[in-house]
């Protein structure tokens, strides 16, 4: 089965600064990989997603993300974070043949400072 | 525009009652979810559906069951509701790629 570990609970940042989300996936074949984000009362926006091709994937918000194999890694970067983005994010892995089941990690929330 | 509702954002029930939770999308999607989401533990899956009147268990499934009469709605039931399923409830569904759309989600309080 399929698994994907956020190691990052709580990340501060200032606004303006650079961001970088770290997540790391088990599973035996290529995933679908994806990042949501939920800001405070509200359900999950998706970011972005990976299915094949190019490794290096963008999003909305100036949010991307880059598939790393070896590394079992899928990364969230911003160059410049804005205050609007502070948030909770997800990062989440699916497997071919499971009725587009995803599995969640455990989520990173982000802080932002003026 | 893709929408994905849930009846109610607030509810507060007591111990057991049995509850209710709709959900409703408009995007003729085969395939939906029933989620709960705590602090630290992220999303964990209850119940999915792929096909109406068709469903499975998710990882977390005791204490809950599901109903899908209508391909846009999936309801999710707390048949006696206890204190620990106090929880945020996210419905999400899908049309058959792993691209989920979540509803804004029902904070439940069981008191």
């Known amino acids: 089965a399929q698994s994907v570990t956020q190691p990052d609970i709580h990340i501060t940042v200032s606004e303006g600064a650079s961001l970088e989300l770290r997540c790391n996936y088990s599973y035996g074949a290529t995933p679908y990989l994806f990042w949501y984000v939920q800001s405070p009362g509200q359900g999950l926006q998706l970011l972005l997603k990976?299915?094949?091709?190019?490794?290096l994937v963008q999003g909305i918000k100036g949010f991307e993300a880059e598939f790393k194999r070896s590394q079992s890694s899928f990364n969230l970067r911003k160059p410049s974070v804005h205050w609007s983005d502070a948030a909770e994010y997800f990062c989440?892995?699916?497997?071919?043949?499971?009725?587009?089941?995803?599995?969640f990690g455990t989520g990173t929330r982000l802080q932002v400072t003026l | 525009d893709v929408k994905v509702t849930q009846s109610s954002r607030y509810l507060v029930k007591r111990t057991g009652e049995k509850v209710f939770l709709e959900c409703v999308q408009d995007m003729d999607h085969e395939n939906m979810f029933w989620y709960r989401q705590d602090p630290g533990l992220g999303l964990r899956l209850i119940y999915f559906?792929?096909?109406?009147?068709?469903?499975e268990k998710g990882d977390i499934p005791e204490g809950y069951s599901v109903s899908r009469e209508k391909k846009e709605r999936f309801s999710l039931i707390l048949e006696s509701a206890s204190t620990n399923q106090t929880s945020m409830y996210l419905c999400a569904s899908t049309a058959g790629g792993h691209e989920q759309y979540f509803g804004p989600g029902t904070r439940l309080t069981v008191t």
């Open positions: 559906s792929y096909d109406v009147k068709m469903k």
């Open positions: 989440a892995v699916g497997a071919t043949g499971t009725a587009s089941k995803l599995t």
């Open positions: 990976y299915f094949s091709g190019d490794t």
